[in-house]
C-alpha cells in the first residue's frame, strides 16, 4: 500500500474513531451506574487517543490529518440523548445504542491491519484493535453484570 493509500485508510479510520469517541462520551454522560459510567469514559478517551495517534501518523506521512467525524454521528448522538431521556437513561438502551459504534471501529481496525502497511503502521493499528477488543470485552462484562442486578 503508497502512502496515499495509507493515508485515505487512516483518514477512515480516524472519522469512525472520533465518532465512536462521541458517541461513547454521551453515553457515558446518560449512564446511571458508576463503574459504567468510568468505563464509558475510559473507552471514549481510548478512541480519542486513537484518533490522535492516527492523525500524527498521517502527519509522519506527509498527509493531513481528518480532525472530525460525521454529521450522521451527530445526529446520532442527540439521538441517543432524547432516547435515553425518554426511558429514564436505560442503560441496556445506552448501550445498544454504541454498540455499532464499536463494531464499525473493530471492524475498520480488523481489516486495516490486513493491508500492507508500513511497519509502524500495522504496529499501531494492531496494538489499537487488541486494546479495542479488550476494552469492549470490559463494557460487556460490565454490562453482564449490571443484567443479573
Do not use: C
Amino acid at each position: 500500500m503508497n502512502n496515499v493509500d495509507t493515508i485515505n485508510m487512516l483518514n477512515r479510520l480516524i472519522v469512525v474513531a472520533k465518532d465512536g469517541e462521541s458517541s461513547l462520551r454521551v453515553a457515558a454522560e446518560e449512564a446511571y451506574h458508576p463503574a459504567l459510567k468510568n468505563a464509558l469514559y475510559a473507552y471514549s478517551n481510548f478512541f480519542g487517543d486513537a484518533a490522535l495517534e492516527m492523525q500524527e501518523a498521517v502527519q509522519d506521512l506527509g498527509g493531513a490529518p481528518r480532525a472530525l467525524g460525521t454529521f450522521g454521528n451527530t445526529l446520532h448522538r442527540t439521538w441517543m440523548h432524547l432516547k435515553a431521556a425518554a426511558l429514564a437513561h436505560d442503560e441496556a438502551t445506552i448501550l445498544d445504542s454504541v454498540e455499532a459504534d464499536e463494531a464499525a471501529v473493530e471492524d475498520g481496525l480488523a481489516r486495516a491491519i490486513n493491508e500492507d502497511t508500513p511497519p509502524p503502521i500495522h504496529d499501531l493499528l494492531e496494538r489499537r484493535y487488541e486494546a479495542a477488543l479488550k476494552l469492549h470485552g470490559e463494557v460487556r462484562e460490565l454490562r453482564s453484570q449490571l443484567q443479573t442486578h
